[in-house]
């Protein structure tokens, strides 16, 4: 009996010197196969291989050009006014299935994720730290080789960087970042998506950020280098961005990148002032060292005053009331932290739409 061979293997390169692996792969589909029903089944592959689909995950917002991203925003707007509208009738991800892997557990990457995949006609699968426990009870590879013929779609929240990057590397299907301690992609594009709403424009504007270098902050950097606006990122000496990432920001050449150790000086003039927990997950041992490090760097009444009265406030939440903002900010009629959660799952249905082809 002939044995069908299965093509599982894609390219991997990278211009990130800061990361290793990238996103781009081939796929090849199982060649076909006549079968002839006699004393045995015999199986003859067939000698005609249909040609190699570039397909792109979702890992990073400079793997993408300007022009892609605009768009990505841009079917966002168009999909979010058709379900606002009440119709259910656009069902592209009908009879598709998504597996959705949790390291860090998460309210607003499961249900918008998992919500937006269902009302466009997919049927997702959570699968929680101790479902699967990955390269623990088994290697990433394996994990990624074996969903990858289950599934049309993985999404992954996960604490190392590198796991996302072996999750892409060895699948076949498209594998979007639901969050790393490098970076968070999905977040920087519902933020983005939220200026256009309330502001009117992305390009152009200024944004600060005032807490910790965090992955947020680098998924911002990685956006600098794609669509041209102002960013600065104000936290206590110690903490700033990753270095690298930064200077891949600022050679990019395309944004007004600034890292600064004064907040009051830097959200002047914002047109969003952002902020986010002082101490992520994995980092709770340090929360109370923290906090006297940060002290100075919370955006109250004062802060937003000096910002000006058209400046936004956001925040990815969860967020720590009364720690990194307080609950005036956070209520007031310019803060648009709500929006901008509810701005997930639409951002995110246009991520999968892109990567899906649809």
């Known amino acids: 009996m002939a044995v069908i061979p299965c093509h599982c293997y894609r390219t991997v390169a990278s211009d990130k010197p800061y990361l290793s692996g990238h996103n781009l792969r081939h796929r090849a589909p199982f060649p076909s196969s006549s079968v002839s029903f006699r004393r045995q089944i015999s199986c003859v592959a067939s000698p005609a291989v249909t040609p190699k689909v570039a397909l792109k995950d979702f890992l990073h917002i400079d793997d993408f050009d300007k022009d892609t991203i605009l768009k990505m925003l841009d079917r966002a707007i168009e999909v979010k006014a058709l379900l ?161 990432t930064v200077e891949k920001a600022r050679k990019a050449g395309i944004s007004k990148i600034e890292i600064t150790n004064d907040p009051k000086e830097a959200v002047k003039g914002a047109d969003v002032v952002y902020s986010d927990v002082w101490a992520s997950m994995g980092q709770k041992e340090e929360a109370e060292h923290r906090r006297q490090v940060f002290k100075g760097f919370q955006v109250n009444r004062d802060l937003m005053e000096i910002a000006g009265s058209k400046a936004f406030f956001m925040h990815c939440l969860p967020a720590e009331r009364g720690v990194e903002v307080t609950d005036e900010v956070i209520e007031a009629p310019n803060s648009i932290v709500f929006p901008q959660a509810e701005n997930r799952m639409h951002a995110q249905n246009a991520i999968m739409l892109h990567v899906l082809g649809k």
């Open 84 to 244: 606002k509208s009440g119709d259910r009738s656009f069902r592209p991800f009908e009879g598709k299935t998504m597996s959705m892997i949790f390291t860090k557990p998460s309210m607003r990457t499961r249900v918008s994720f998992e919500t937006g995949f269902s009302l466009l006609g997919g049927h997702a699968i959570y699968l929680g730290p101790d479902d699967i426990q990955m390269g623990k009870r088994e290697e990433t590879r394996d994990i990624a080789r074996v969903l990858c013929r289950y599934n049309d779609i993985i999404m992954a929240r996960v604490f190392a960087h590198q796991d996302i990057l072996d999750l892409a590397k060895y699948a076949t299907v498209p594998v979007i970042n639901g969050l790393t301690d490098y970076n968070h992609p999905c977040q920087i594009m519902a933020d983005a998506l939220t200026m256009i709403e309330h502001i009117g424009r992305f390009e152009g504007t200024k944004v600060v950020y005032v807490g910790d270098g965090n992955n947020i902050v680098h998924s911002w950097l990685l956006m600098a280098s794609v669509i041209p606006f102002h960013f600065v990122c104000a936290c206590p000496k110690g903490f700033e961005p990753d270095a690298k």
